[in-house]
Nanobody, 124 residues
């Protein structure tokens, strides 16, 4: 049974940092493409950053690239999202997802497995 579990969310002040973790069981992350998404209240879920099985990283845009970093620890079967200089508009539920094809698509429909999400709240 495949399971992705996010952790590391919480309440942080603007300008602060958080590191989210996505631990996998039932699959080998190094063979999958992994993506981080988020969904703010009243908004659609949006792609932030992904890493292909090859290690190639895809960012949503430069604003994300400047503040968010994705990394993968194959030995721990875990993917991380380091978020710096957080802003109130970053408040959302953050999800990790796995793509069996090994890609890191912007589209959530390309990902077969999802975590339950972790809440990130940034206060001003």
């Amino acid at each position: 049974q495949v399971q992705l579990v996010e952790s590391g969310g919480g309440l942080v002040q603007a300008g602060g940092s958080l590191r989210l973790s996505c631990s996998a069981s039932g699959l080998t992350l190094s063979r999958y493409g992994m993506g981080w998404f988020r969904q703010a209240p009243g908004k659609e879920r949006e792609f932030l950053v992904g890493v292909r099985w090859s290690g190639t990283i895809t960012y949503q845009d430069d604003s994300v690239k400047d503040r968010f970093t994705i990394s993968r620890d194959n030995a721990k079967n875990t993917v991380y999202l380091q978020m710096n200089n957080l802003k109130p508009e970053d408040t959302a539920v953050y999800y990790c997802a796995a793509d069996r094809s090994g890609g890191s698509s912007y589209s959530e429909y390309n990902y077969e497995y999802w975590g339950q999400g972790t809440q990130v709240t940034v206060s001003s």
